[in-house]
């Protein structure tokens, strides 16, 4: 008899999220693969068993065991865009942008991701660490268990790097696994804005072979984790043809390919980012029909960003319903950050994108979990309850139907965390 480290058993619901290798698409994308009176059985920390709890109780024993009588069992969620390491704040702003205030008025004042910048500059690394915790803390306790992590608030390459250093130390010291992001071009910093061409020289030529030198020297590449390079294509940012000179650099030194596209400006970055085969593109509020088509007919993953949305008060969000039915795979992200998306609650996005982007439950979770995963490279650790992956778990406690979740919302939910085969929070 196989004997595990730990049994969880007696779910009324065990969402497994299942996927046959491939990002979840279409009809694909309501099918959450719920067993009734679900169990799974873990072993060094890896799922080996997955079924209904007589048999798989039947079948092993066990050292521990975790009766989830009652309650929905799901995937870890995956959150695959944050900024969650910088410092500072900008709370300020939030007033003042109900107040009225134009986003180039704050910038002409001091704020907006400028303050972020000269902020992070001058924090030291345990300070970021310090404060990047308590946000990894709080994004763990929405039942986030893997997420990626961009740079971006140093446009130098000191702070940048700096950056990169303390995304590695939370890996180390934070249960939530991380996949982390090189985005120096996020936007031109001010000592550059008169001559833009000089930073993307600048990034091209200096940040980026620092970066993927720190990169092979780094845990992340001694673990297999992919290190990504990512380009906010806007107007406020970097045009077309800068963003593909920086990604196709990054690519050449083998960065995998993330870009920022259709938030505001529809300006051909999708399809860019499809082209030079990214792992995602996110935003995507501006996307046109035809660029639908050519990420429907990719292996990218879109990302759509509800809490940005709703933090800026608008009325207009990414066509998720159009993308899905079409044929995208979407994900779903908090876009967690100090200026636009202070949210560090995946259930939040699912509540938002179910209620004004028509997903359904199922849709909502698909995208918060396995296709999630697909959009940061990691699907094939986690994301989903099947054996030969990482034990990722959540025991939904007082809730008995997995689409609790996005029904109830304000941060009411408790979830009971596994995290590689251990319970780390009740």
Request: aromatic share 8%; charged share 25%; with cysteine.
């Amino acid at each position: 008899m196989p004997h595990a480290d730990l049994i969880i058993y007696n779910a009324s619901q065990l969402v497994t999220c299942a996927t046959d290798g491939n990002p979840k698409r279409g009809d694909a994308m309501r099918d959450v693969g719920i067993i009734e009176n679900g169990a799974a059985a873990i072993k060094d920390g890896k799922f080996t068993a997955v079924g209904v709890s007589d048999e798989i109780m039947r079948d092993h024993s066990s050292d521990r065991v975790i009766d989830a009588k009652g309650c929905a069992v799901v995937p870890g969620f995956v959150d695959p865009h944050t900024h969650i390491t910088y410092a500072g704040s900008r709370i300020n702003e939030f007033e003042l942008k109900i107040k009225g205030a134009e986003y180039l008025e704050i910038l002409a004042a001091g704020g907006g991701i400028n303050s972020t910048v000269k902020a992070t500059r001058s924090a030291t690394i345990e300070e970021l660490i310090e404060s990047g915790i308590k946000r990894l803390d709080k994004m763990f306790g929405c039942g986030t268990t893997s997420c990626e992590i961009k740079t971006g608030y140093g446009l130098e390459t000191e702070t940048e790097l700096k950056m990169l250093a303390v995304i590695e130390e939370l890996d180390k010291r934070h249960p939530i696994d991380i996949v982390p992001t090189f985005l120096a071009a996020h936007t031109v910093p001010l000592e550059y804005k008169q001559e833009p061409e000089k930073y993307v020289e600048l990034i091209c030529d200096t940040m980026l072979p620092l970066a993927w030198k720190w990169y092979e020297q780094s845990h992340f590449a001694a673990n297999g984790t992919s290190f990504y390079c990512d380009v906010f294509t806007e107007k406020s940012a970097f045009d077309v043809a800068q963003s593909e000179k920086i990604l196709e650099t990054a690519r050449s030194f083998g960065f995998g390919i993330k870009a920022h596209v259709d938030q505001f400006t529809n300006l051909g970055g999708s399809r860019l980012g499809v082209e030079l085969n990214a792992a995602s593109v996110d935003h995507l509020d501006v996307i046109s029909d035809n660029e639908i088509s050519v990420l429907a007919d990719s292996d990218t993953v879109g990302i759509i960003i509800p809490t940005e949305n709703f933090n800026a008060g608008k009325t207009h969000f990414a066509p998720a319903r159009k993308l899905i039915d079409a044929g995208c795979a979407i994900a779903i992200s908090t876009d967690y950050n100090p200026g636009s998306a202070p949210c560090p609650s995946m259930p939040t996005a699912m509540a938002i994108a179910c209620r004004y982007q028509k997903l359904l439950p199922a849709e909502a979770l698909n995208a918060a979990t396995i296709n999630a995963a697909f959009a940061i490279g990691i699907a094939d650790l986690y994301g989903s309850i099947q054996p030969g992956k990482r034990a990722d778990l959540l025991i939904c406690r007082d809730i008995n139907d997995y689409r609790e979740i996005a029904y109830e919302f304000g941060g009411g939910q408790k979830f009971e965390a596994i995290k590689n085969g251990t319970s780390v929070i009740e």
